[in-house]
C-alpha cells in the first residue's frame, strides 16, 4: 500500500531523513515512533505530498507521490484521511460544518446526505449532540475526536495520524487509542500514525518503525520491539536519556 524507498530529505541545511525505507501493507497499522525533532512529521508530509524527497520515493498503491501533478495528487488526497497534530478546526464554524467540510468539497452530496454522514460519523468517535457547538466549547480530548471524525467522512482507505495523543491525559490517550483500533477493525484502513507516546504506539500498532538520526533503525510487531536487542530502542522505549540527547 505505501512503499518508502531510500527517501533523503534536508531540511533548513540539515539532512533530516537519510534514506528512509518503508513498507505498509494493505490494512496495516504501521506506527513510527521517535523523539522530538527526529522528523516524524517531515516523513508524513511526504506521504501527503506536501514535501518532495531529495532523492528516492515514495509509492501510494503504486503510484508515485514525488511525481504526481497538483491535480492528481488532489485526487489521491480525496482518499487520504489526516488526522493532524493539533485538531486545526475552524473555530468560526459548528462541530456540524467543521466535519462536513471535506462532503462539502469533494462529494457533491446533497445537504440532507451530508448531515447523515457527519451525524453517523460522530457517532462513530462517540460524540453525541454536538453538531451545533463550536471548537471552543468542547474539550480538547473531545476536539481530538471531531477530526478524526472529520478525517473519516470521505471513507479513506488511507489514514494518517501525526501525534494522536497530542495534550492529553494518559486516561484520554488510552481512549483516543481504542477508538483507533476499533476505527481500523471496522474500516480496514491502511495507516501511519507517528507518536513519541509508547503507550499509543503499543495499543494500536500491528508494527512499529523507529526513526532515528534519519533512519529507520528498527521495525516489529509491538512485542518484537519490546524485546529488541538495539539499545537505541531500549533507551526510548523506556524513557533513558542517551549521550546525543
Ligand atoms: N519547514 C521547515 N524548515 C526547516 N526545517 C524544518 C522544517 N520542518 C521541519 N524542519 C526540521 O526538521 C526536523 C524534523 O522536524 P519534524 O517536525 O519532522 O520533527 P518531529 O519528529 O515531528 O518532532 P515532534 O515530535 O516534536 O513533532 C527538525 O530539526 C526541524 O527543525
Ligand atoms: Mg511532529
Redesign the pocket.
Known amino acids: 500500500m505505501i512503499q518508502i524507498e531510500n527517501v533523503w530529505k534536508e531540511?533548513?541545511?540539515?539532512e533530516?531523513l537519510r534514506g528512509i525505507t518503508l513498507e505498509v501493507k494493505a490494512g496495516e497499522l504501521m506506527v513510527v515512533i521517535?523523539?522530538?525533532?527526529?522528523?516524524?512529521?517531515?516523513?508524513?508530509?511526504h506521504i501527503i505530498g506536501f514535501l518532495r524527497p531529495d532523492s528516492g520515493d515514495v509509492l501510494v498503491d503504486g503510484v508515485s507521490i514525488p511525481n504526481c501533478s497538483r491535480k492528481e495528487l488532489y485526487e489521491i488526497r480525496k482518499g487520504y484521511g489526516v488526522v493532524f497534530?493539533s485538531p486545526a478546526l475552524l473555530q468560526s464554524l459548528t462541530i456540524e460544518d467543521n466535519v462536513a467540510l471535506p462532503l462539502q468539497e469533494h462529494s457533491g452530496f446533497p445537504d440532507d446526505t451530508i448531515r447523515e454522514i457527519v451525524r453517523d460519523r460522530l457517532h462513530w468517535v462517540k460524540l453525541r449532540g454536538v453538531e451545533r457547538k463550536l471548537p471552543s466549547e468542547l474539550s480538547g480530548g473531545m476536539q481530538k475526536r471531531v477530526s478524526l471524525a472529520r478525517a473519516l467522512v470521505m471513507d479513506p482507505r488511507l489514514m494518517l495520524f501525526?501525534?494522536p495523543a497530542t495534550g492529553l491525559d494518559p486516561i484520554l490517550t488510552a481512549a483516543i487509542g481504542q477508538l483507533i483500533v476499533d476505527l481500523h477493525a471496522r474500516i480496514g484502513f491502511s495507516s501511519i500514525a507517528?507518536?513519541?507516546n509508547m503507550n499509543l504506539a503499543y495499543l494500536i500498532g500491528d508494527r512499529i518503525a523507529m526513526?532515528y538520526n534519519g533512519r529507520i533503525i528498527e521495525v516489529g510487531t509491538p512485542e518484537e520491539i519490546r524485546r529488541s536487542a538495539e539499545p537505541l530502542v531500549q533507551e526510548f522505549i523506556h524513557g533513558i536519556p542517551n549521550e546525543g540527547s
Open positions: 531540511m533548513g541545511g540539515e533530516v521517535g523523539g522530538s525533532g527526529v522528523g516524524k512529521s517531515v516523513l508524513l508530509k497534530q501525526d501525534e507517528v507518536t513519541h526513526l
